[in-house]
C-alpha cells in the first residue's frame, strides 16, 4: 500500500462512521404514529327530497295605509316612524272648522223641528190638523236628525285613529299639510305576525299546495313556513304566481327582509356524512376513511346541508366506513381504534 492509499485509510472510515450514524438518526426520527381512538360511521345512500329555491321577501301579515276621510289641515300628528300604537289610538287630528259649521247649523234645525213634531202630535190628537200635515212634519224632523247625525259622523272623521294594535312604519304627511280622502298620512304594520312572498315558477308551482310546510331560510335562519295563499294568476312577464307563507314568530325577524323557499321538485337517494367528519384545508375538503386498523385521507366534494349532515357528491363510496369523530388530529395512515 503506498503512501496516498495510507493517507486516504482514515478519511475513508470516518466517512463510514458518519454515514451510519446518520442512518441511525434518520431511523430513529421515523417513529411509528401512536394509535388514537376514533368514532366511525358506515355511510349509506339516503332517501333526500331535491328541491329547488325561491327567492321571497318577509312581509308583515297586517298592513294598513291610514287616510284621512274628510278634507281639512293638520292640526296635529301625534305619532312617528317606529312607535308602537295601539287599536284606536289617535294618530292625528285635523282642522275641521266648515264641519263644525255644519253642526252648529244642524243642532238648532233639529231641535225646532223635534218641537215642531210635538206641537204637530197634539194637535193631530185634537183633530186640529190633518194626517198629512202631521207626516209633513215628522219627515222634517227625520230629515234634520239625519243631518246632525251626518254632521257628527264628519266631525268624528277629524281624529284619525289606529285600526290595530301595531308599529308605524312611513310617515307621510306632516302637521300644516293639507289632508284628504285618498291622500295617505302614515303607514303601519303588525309586526308580530309575519308572512313570507315568493314569486314561484309557473313549472313547479304545482308542487306547492295550500296549508303544505315548506322550508324556509332567512339570513342564518332556518324554519318552516306554512303555505296559506296561492295566486290563481301568473304574471304575464316574469311567467310566476304569488305564494304566501305564515312564518312561526321568531326574535330578529323584520318585514323587509330577504329569505329563500325550499319547494320541492324530485325525491333522490344522496349519501351524506355528519358535518364532523369534513376536514376543510384551504380549499379542499376531505375525510378520513377507516382502512383496517388505520385512517386514510380523501379528498371529497360536498354538496347541500341537510339537517346536520352534508352532501357528499363524490369522494366515497356506499357501505365504507367514515370517521366521524376525532378526525381532526389524524395523518393519513396512522393507526386507529375504532369504535361505531
Known amino acids: 500500500m503506498n503512501a496516498s492509499h495510507k493517507a486516504a485509510l482514515p478519511i475513508l472510515c470516518a466517512l463510514v462512521v458518519a454515514a451510519t450514524g446518520c442512518g441511525k438518526n434518520h431511523e430513529s426520527a421515523r417513529k411509528p404514529l401512536p394509535s388514537l381512538e376514533v368514532r366511525v360511521q358506515t355511510i349509506d345512500k339516503k332517501p333526500h327530497v331535491a328541491t329547488e329555491e325561491v327567492v321571497a321577501t318577509v312581509n308583515s301579515r297586517l298592513r294598513s295605509v291610514i287616510e284621512s276621510k274628510v278634507s281639512g289641515r293638520i292640526d296635529k300628528m301625534l305619532v312617528t316612524p317606529g312607535q308602537q300604537v295601539k287599536a284606536g289610538e289617535l294618530l292625528a287630528e285635523l282642522d275641521v272648522r266648515e264641519i263644525r259649521a255644519k253642526l252648529d247649523q244642524a243642532t238648532p234645525v233639529r231641535e225646532q223641528a223635534e218641537k215642531d213634531l210635538k206641537r204637530f202630535t197634539d194637535l193631530l190628537a185634537k183633530r186640529v190638523i190633518t194626517q198629512q200635515e202631521f207626516e209633513g212634519a215628522e219627515s222634517k ?149 377507516r382502512d383496517g386498523g388505520n385512517a386514510r385521507l380523501r379528498i371529497v366534494k360536498t354538496g347541500k346541508l341537510i339537517g346536520g349532515e ?24 396512522q393507526p386507529i381504534e375504532a369504535r361505531p
Open 310 to 333: 352534508i352532501e357528499i357528491v363524490s369522494g366515497v363510496n356506499s357501505g365504507e366506513q367514515v370517521i366521524i369523530e376525532g378526525a381532526a388530529g389524524l395523518v393519513d395512515g
Open 141 to 289: 224632523a227625520r230629515v234634520a236628525r239625519a243631518a246632525v247625525i251626518e254632521a257628527e259622523t264628519m266631525l268624528g272623521y277629524a281624529k284619525v285613529t289606529a285600526p290595530f294594535d301595531g308599529l308605524i312604519t312611513r310617515k307621510l304627511a306632516d302637521v300644516g299639510d293639507l289632508a284628504s280622502p285618498g291622500k295617505p298620512l302614515v303607514e303601519m304594520e303588525d309586526p308580530s305576525a309575519l308572512r313570507l312572498e315568493a314569486a314561484v315558477p309557473e313549472a313547479i308551482i304545482d308542487r306547492i299546495t295550500l296549508g303544505s310546510k315548506l322550508g324556509v331560510r332567512i339570513g342564518s335562519n332556518e324554519l318552516e313556513g306554512v303555505v296559506r295563499e296561492i295566486s290563481p294568476t301568473a304574471d304575464p312577464n316574469s311567467r310566476t304566481l304569488l305564494v304566501k307563507l305564515d312564518l312561526p314568530a321568531m326574535p330578529g325577524l323584520r318585514t323587509g327582509q330577504f329569505g329563500r323557499v325550499a319547494v320541492p321538485v324530485a325525491e333522490t337517494s344522496v349519501l351524506r356524512v355528519p358535518a364532523s367528519a369534513i376536514i376543510r384545508r384551504g380549499q379542499m375538503e376531505l375525510v378520513f376513511i
